[in-house]
């Protein structure tokens, strides 16, 4: 069994209970909607109950906000109905003024009527209107004079309820319409121009537009600088001259089935679209200044040929992310624009015919030539590393100080050119006092005169507990390490003096 909620609605103004309810929603949502019920209903030109009518007070004073309830009493569905003719009774036996119509329960409020009731009703009124007819020009009166009275009944800012007056400037002809769209269907224009000419006050085909509320005489400017969107527009096919025109951008849209952010975007950039061309009906453009929308489209997304310079092979992508991937690359891009040649390969748009005497190697692509002639090629420094198990730095002295690693000679690509290249310049790590090999570590410890060989420096410092620098320091001073250890480093290759 659900369970129900007797409330009562706290007037902010006596503070004492106006209004009592039943409810099985929650609580605050039910309240929620007693508070802006009547604007809904205002909206609707619906009547307005007793309970409405004082929170419609409450609002136009401002206190709305300060509207409250309170929970008289928690009970079951099935016997909510009861609990609510209680309340209500007691309440108004205590003395309290409530908006309560009925004695609660079910009451009459929500009631819906059946067909026969309604049919019934309107067949009455119809009897009426037909045996006196005064009650219909009575009726007509009272309108009149309470739209005159009233000539925004609904608000100032419901623009559809707003009177129009439109005048010929030429002719003083005056025409006042209900609503801005009857005004926009009788001048068959958009309804958007129609709020655009009266705000900024513009002449259209010799007639001016204002509301009823806001008659003055105000200076208005001739129908000229207004945006693209509400202007007429002209679609026209370059092959066949043909043309159509259209009141303004959406339905020019509708027609081609696209956006009206297209259709102005193909106006201000003078694109042919599919061989249509768009502009205003008040300007007539010069074809010569327009463009293809395909010559206009991001570049990234035009056909990419890759060409082997070796065996002369050709590669056809249809875009350069499908490139990238072939390639397993993100530089295809780079490439193109910078005329790069990568791997023995060149890249260039499908609609460009390349000149190779422009193209450089790329900077980053490194060459390992062996004394047999034989060259490895790596795209980029980490290839190169990985391959030869060097560190960058150490790449980065063997290319620019020219140094001889395991009988290779390394240079960059661009710089490398095998007519002119000299092996003889490069120097042998060993003559220059250096080793190919890592260094071995000895450690010597003096109280049992224990002697250890580490294949390398990291197994030492783990071993004895040593940092790097206290290693370096201790190994070349010959100082004991914590009274006991004697470090020295141990070369795999015989060094000799430079010659």
Not at 259 to 274: E, F, L, P, Q
Not at 420 to 435: A, K, M, N, R, V
Not at 447 to 462: V, W
Request: hydrophobic content about 30%.
């Amino acid at each position: 069994m659900r369970k129900g909620v007797i409330y009562g609605l706290i007037c902010p103004i006596s503070k004492q209970i106006r209004y009592v309810g039943r409810t099985i929603q929650p609580i605050k949502i039910r309240f929620k909607k007693h508070k802006y019920e009547h604007r809904g209903f205002i909206r609707k030109n619906k009547h307005l109950s007793y309970r409405s009518n004082w929170i419609k007070k409450l609002d136009d004073k401002g206190l709305l906000h300060k509207l409250g309830y309170i929970i008289i009493e928690n009970c079951a569905e099935d016997i909510i109905d009861e609990r609510e003719i209680y309340w209500i009774k007691y309440y108004k036996d205590s003395g309290y003024k409530l908006t309560n119509l009925t004695d609660g329960g079910d009451g009459m409020l929500g009631h819906i009527q059946s067909y026969n009731h309604k049919r019934k009703a309107t067949e009455g009124v119809r009897k009426s209107y037909k045996n006196n007819p005064e009650i219909k020009n009575n009726i007509s009166k009272s309108l009149k004079k309470y739209f005159e009275n009233n000539p925004h009944p609904f608000g100032k800012n419901n623009h559809a309820s707003i009177s129009i007056f439109a005048i010929n400037i030429k002719t003083n002809e005056n025409i006042r319409f209900v609503n801005s769209r009857k005004c926009a269907k009788h001048f068959n224009i958009h309804y958007k121009l129609l709020s655009y000419l009266k705000i900024y006050k513009k002449i259209f085909n010799n007639w001016i537009f204002y509301n009823t509320y806001n008659i003055h005489t105000e200076e208005y400017s001739i129908y000229g600088a207004i945006p693209d969107h509400f202007k007429s527009i002209v679609s026209m096919n370059i092959n066949t001259k043909k043309y159509k025109q259209f009141d303004h951008a959406r339905k020019c849209a509708d027609h081609f089935k696209i956006s009206t952010t297209n259709i102005r975007k193909y106006i201000h950039n003078k694109t042919i679209v599919n061989n249509w061309i768009f502009y205003p009906s008040n300007i007539f453009p010069d074809f010569s200044n327009y463009v293809s929308l395909e010559d206009k489209r991001n570049p990234n997304s035009k056909k990419i040929i890759v060409r082997n310079l070796i065996n002369g092979k050709i590669q056809k992508f249809n875009s350069i992310s499908s490139c990238n991937k072939f390639f397993k690359s993100y530089m295809v891009k780079f490439y193109i624009d910078n005329k790069m040649i990568h791997g023995d390969h060149i890249f260039y748009h499908s609609d460009i015919i390349p000149d190779l005497s422009d193209y450089t190697y790329n900077q980053r692509e490194i060459l390992a030539i062996h004394k047999d002639s034989n060259i490895l090629k790596f795209k980029d420094n980490k290839e190169c590393q990985k391959h030869f198990s060097i560190s960058r730095p150490q790449l980065s002295v063997y290319i620019n100080k020219r140094k001889i690693f395991n009988d290779y000679f390394f240079t960059y690509r661009k710089d490398y050119n095998p007519e002119t290249f000299d092996s003889s310049s490069y120097i042998s790590l060993i003559t220059e006092g250096f080793t190919t090999n890592k260094i071995r570590m000895k450690v010597v410890n003096i109280m049992d005169d224990s002697i250890r060989i580490f294949s390398s420096q990291l197994n030492c410092m783990r071993e004895i507990e040593i940092t790097t620098g206290s290693l370096n320091r201790y190994s070349k001073s010959g100082k004991p390490y914590k009274g006991k250890y004697i470090l020295s480093k141990i070369l795999s290759a015989t060094v000799s003096a430079t010659p």
